[in-house]
């Protein structure tokens, strides 16, 4: 009876056995199976790419200037007194001889008035020994005087002719004198604060106001003595906005011979000749010196990855029929507006990829938008 059960026990296992096998089978293969049935990798991911080309790019650096007025002038008498008058207001816009400031003028046009009286008694003498003489030499030529009367009455004559002479330059003098109580404009333009009062008292070192014509200014550029060789007339001079467009582009006119011994820089003028009417004198602006142009490959920012102190960028390279992001090293210059300057690591025709480099890996499938 006991040899009886063993067949049976040892056939149910086998029989387990038969049907645990397949189901282990099965489920093996399918683990191992490739997403979406086998039949390919991942779907290529857009990116934006540009070919590169060489193109010029400037090589420049940027400094800050002080605009100043060509025609700036500050006003100042030439004459003490008290001021009596003021005829213009600040920010007044004046023409040439336009009337600023009068200083009180009742002691000089009176000296004025006494060297005119004094004047008019003198030619009236001068009148008078003119007949003298003319009387007195139909008189010398009959015998009726002597020599010696008519010469004393022409030397009469010529004392009364030297002192109207001088007494006239003295009028003209003091003419003029008379004409610097009245402070005039001496060129165009717009005229700034008013340091003065009326009652005020000035000298000739008294500073009154000033006169700008902002249609003529030019930048002071404070150059670095390390860039000084590069400087020569007729370089471009970039005036920039405050978010770094260009407003105007204008010449270097002017390199100082000498170096600022207290900043170690060297003064360059340019002359803004297209400038925007809003500038004003004395107003700080950027500016950008553009020492060069020469035709390189240049690549934006966004394309330009930093892994370890070394920079990189993905290309897009044919690969079976389609792209493939490549990762390759580069050697990069300065940057110019937004693209790194490309010294080694790639060259013209390369397709660099700019955009969607954070969803890729090298090797990786990429289809350009």
Known sequence: ??????????????????????AC??????????????????????????????????????????????RATTIQPEIAGV?????????????????????????????????????????????YWRGQVKRLEALVEAGAISRQEFEQAQNSLRTAEARLAALD?????????LQYYRVAAPQAGVVGDIAVRVGDRVTPSTI?????DNSALEADIHVPLDRSPDLRLGLPVHLLSADGQVMATNPVTFVAPRVDDRTQTV????????????LRAQQ????????RETPVLSVPVTAVQRVGGLYFVYVADPADGGLVARQRPVTLGELVRNEYIVLSGLQA??????SGIQKIGNGAPVRPQ
């Open 1 to 22: 009876m006991r040899s009886a059960r063993v067949p049976v026990v040892f056939f149910l296992a086998a029989a387990a056995a038969t049907l645990f096998i397949p």
């Open 83 to 127: 001021i009596s008058q003021i005829l213009v207001k600040p920010g007044d816009r004046v023409r040439i001889g336009t009337p600023l400031i009068q200083v009180n003028a009742d002691r000089q046009a009176a000296a004025v008035r006494s060297s005119e009286a004094s004047r008019t008694g003198t030619e009236s003498d001068v009148q």
């Open 349 to 354: 025709g390369d397709r660099v990829i700019t």
């Open 284 to 291: 700080f602006a950027r500016v950008r010196i553009v020492w």
């Open 169 to 177: 330059a003295q009028v003209r003098e003091e003419r003029v004198q």
């Open 267 to 278: 003064l360059v003028k340019s002359a803004l000749k297209d400038a925007p009417p809003s």
């Open 25 to 70: 089978t099965r489920g093996t293969s399918q683990a191992q199976a490739p997403p979406g049935g086998g039949r390919g990798a991942a779907p290529p991911v857009a990116v934006s790419t540009i070919t590169l080309q060489e193109q010029p790019i400037e090589q420049s650096s940027e400094f800050i200037a002080t605009l100043r007025s060509q």
């Open 208 to 212: 009154i106001t000033t006169i700008d």
